[in-house]
């Protein structure tokens, strides 16, 4: 005797099999995961046992549940899970399909693995029993090719820091943030000694080198946290986040010292490099004149004998 499949399970069996590179799943009022497909199994590289007749989160190996050792639902990231909120959705409207995004890490074959998903979950009645089907996209690799556009688009290409549009964009943000009293900074701006000199004589080439040389050490030398863009031809600016004024000029004469005696070896030949820096954290009325004031302390910094921190 053949079993007939009521409406639900050919509706279900149609959803599968139309979305074979969709990883899908079944989860129950209590989030529990009931019924997975194969694209699931391969993106979360798990088997039926590993994943069936457990919270969702956990199944999927999500950084809230992993890294806490909790049960999906319990941490507090979870609280704001959209993946969560679109399946719970589902059974309070079950006529509607919930769509969203989610971004984070997830732990796939024992490894941390930043996931971008799209999502779509629908109320369906399934061996009698209310449930919500999971429709999961992977696009990760979408969107870190465009991460990897918009990051080129704010590069500049020589040295790989920040360029002067970007420098703009997040100064305006923290400079709103600095009037308001949510955080203190310091603008500093810093140029190449002589760098005209070491271009005439050795060479462009060497000029370039010296650019890139100098901005490494910037990069390694300051936090993740600060802002470090190429302003100009030889020049730089730095926006740091401080606790009071000291911080700036401690930092920036400890940067100032490491280009000093940084040795700059080109073609076998040894280039003296030195720089001299403005640095000022005066609350000012636009971020423009926060630079502008830091410019003019690089340019007072400049007429007395260069290779030193003038700060304000």
């Known amino acids: 005797m053949v079993k007939k499949l009521n409406?639900?399970?050919?509706?279900?069996?149609?959803?599968?099999?139309d979305n074979l590179t969709t990883a899908v799943f079944l989860a129950d009022k209590n989030l529990k995961v009931k019924k997975i497909n194969n694209a699931y199994k391969a993106l979360f590289e798990k088997d039926e046992y590993d994943a069936l007749n457990k919270l969702c989160g956990n199944s999927?190996?999500?950084?809230?549940?992993?890294?806490?050792?909790k049960p999906c639902g319990t941490t507090k990231n979870c609280l704001e899970c959209m993946l969560r909120k679109c399946i719970l959705n589902s059974f309070?409207?079950?006529d509607e399909v919930q769509n969203s995004y989610i971004s984070r890490r997830f732990y796939i074959g024992n490894k941390a693995k930043m996931k971008y998903f799209r999502i779509k979950t629908k109320y369906v009645k399934?061996?009698?029993?209310d449930m919500a089907i999971i429709a999961i996209d992977d696009i990760t690799e979408l969107e870190e090719e465009k991460n990897t556009i918009r990051d080129m688009a704010q590069r500049d290409y020589l040295t790989k820091l920040y360029n002067r549009m970007f420098l703009f964009e997040a100064g305006e943000t923290m400079f709103k943030n600095f009037v308001r009293g949510n955080i203190k900074i310091a603008v500093a701006m810093i140029d190449i000694d002589?760098?005209?000199?070491?271009?005439d004589k050795y060479g462009h080439a060497a000029g370039d080198f010296v650019i890139k040389s100098v901005a490494d050490i910037f990069s390694n030398e300051l936090r993740k946290s600060d802002i470090v863009a190429r302003y100009?031809?030889?020049e730089f600016c730095v926006i740091l986040v401080i606790k009071d004024k000291s911080d700036s000029i401690k930092v920036m004469?400890?940067?100032r010292k490491s280009v000093e005696n940084h040795k700059f070896i080109y073609e076998k030949e040894e280039i003296p490099v030195t720089i001299s820096i403005g640095v000022t954290s005066e609350i000012k009325n636009s971020f423009e004149e926060l630079l502008k004031e830091a410019d003019e302390l690089l340019?007072?910094?400049?007429?007395n004998g260069r290779n030193r921190v003038t700060s304000k």
């Open 7 to 17: 409406a639900d399970d050919i509706n279900l069996t149609d959803f599968l099999m």
């Open 60 to 69: 999927m190996g999500c950084a809230f549940a992993v890294e806490e050792n």
């Open 92 to 94: 309070k409207k079950d």
């Open 126 to 129: 399934y061996g009698g029993e």
């Open 194 to 199: 002589f760098f005209k000199k070491i271009n």
């Open 232 to 234: 100009g031809g030889e």
């Open 253 to 255: 004469e400890k940067l």
């Open 299 to 303: 340019y007072f910094s400049k007429e």
